[in-house]
């Protein structure tokens, strides 16, 4: 596609509920990056992907995230148990090569009830 | 760890006029990269413009030039000849170079909120 593209934009959940968020990077980009920006701040790192593997999940703050990207393309970030802290922008970037500019998406933006 | 500080939450320009948003970092690093990406409201990350390190000449794009001082570890943003679409949050970014199979993740400031009045 033309851009790095998120879905849902918007994301309202009950506290308890599981939510998946889901990113598809440009055609072709190899790496794949997740962040979480909470309400006035920068984004912070979450995980990383060279194609299919997962190098780095080292910024996921707790076992309720979990993240794949089983064919190197589309990648899906899962929330199980949301938490009230869990409410920011989840923002996904791409790029084509580890050391090239990453190009980022519009973000979800996920609140918890 | 490396850190990104940017001290000034909000600034304030006029139309046409320049302003200068500030950045300090602290690495123990001697290879990595440095950015300003622009948030306007739609929420997307904007590349303004990116300096490496080991480059000792400053980066310039258009109405953007930054002032990298290595040894103060301070990567400031020059907008010149501001404009009503230069209205955004902007964020300065730190990251590793990548070789070496290091993470090349983003670490970002707290953002500066710059106004642009007409």
């Known amino acids: 596609g033309a851009g790095v593209s998120q879905s849902p934009r918007y994301k309202v959940a009950k506290r308890g509920q599981d939510v998946a968020l889901r990113c598809d990077p440009i055609?072709?980009?190899?790496?794949l990056f997740w962040y979480q920006q909470a309400l006035g701040q920068g984004p912070e790192f979450l995980t990383y992907?060279?194609?299919?593997?997962?190098?780095?999940k080292s910024g996921l703050p707790s076992d309720r995230f979990f993240a794949e990207r089983p064919e190197g393309s589309v990648s899906t970030l899962k929330i199980q148990r949301t938490q009230q802290e869990d409410s920011a922008v989840y923002l996904c970037?791409?790029?084509?090569?580890?050391?090239?500019?990453?190009?980022f998406g519009q973000g979800t933006r996920l609140t918890v009830v | 760890a490396q850190t990104v500080t940017q001290s000034q939450p909000e600034m304030s320009v006029q139309e046409a006029e320049t302003v200068t948003l500030s950045c300090t970092y602290d690495?123990?690093?001697?290879?990595?990269?440095l950015f300003w990406y622009k948030q306007p409201p739609s929420r997307q990350m904007i590349l303004v413009i990116r300096?490496?390190?080991?480059?000792?000449q400053n980066a310039t794009e258009n109405r953007f030039s930054v002032n990298f001082q290595k040894a103060a570890k301070s990567f400031s943003l020059k907008i010149s000849d501001s404009q009503l679409g230069d209205a955004a949050m902007y964020f300065c970014?730190?990251?590793?170079?990548?070789?070496?199979?290091?993470?090349?993740?983003?670490?970002f400031g707290t953002g500066t909120l710059l106004a642009v009045q007409p």
């Open positions: 992907f060279q194609n299919e593997a997962q190098l780095d």
């Open positions: 690495t123990s690093e001697s290879d990595y990269y």
């Open positions: 970037a791409s790029s084509r090569l580890s050391n090239t500019e990453a190009f």
């Open positions: 970014a730190y990251s590793l170079s990548g070789y070496g199979g290091a993470t090349n993740k983003l670490i």
């Open positions: 055609s072709g980009h190899v790496s």
């Open positions: 300096q490496e390190a080991y480059k000792q």
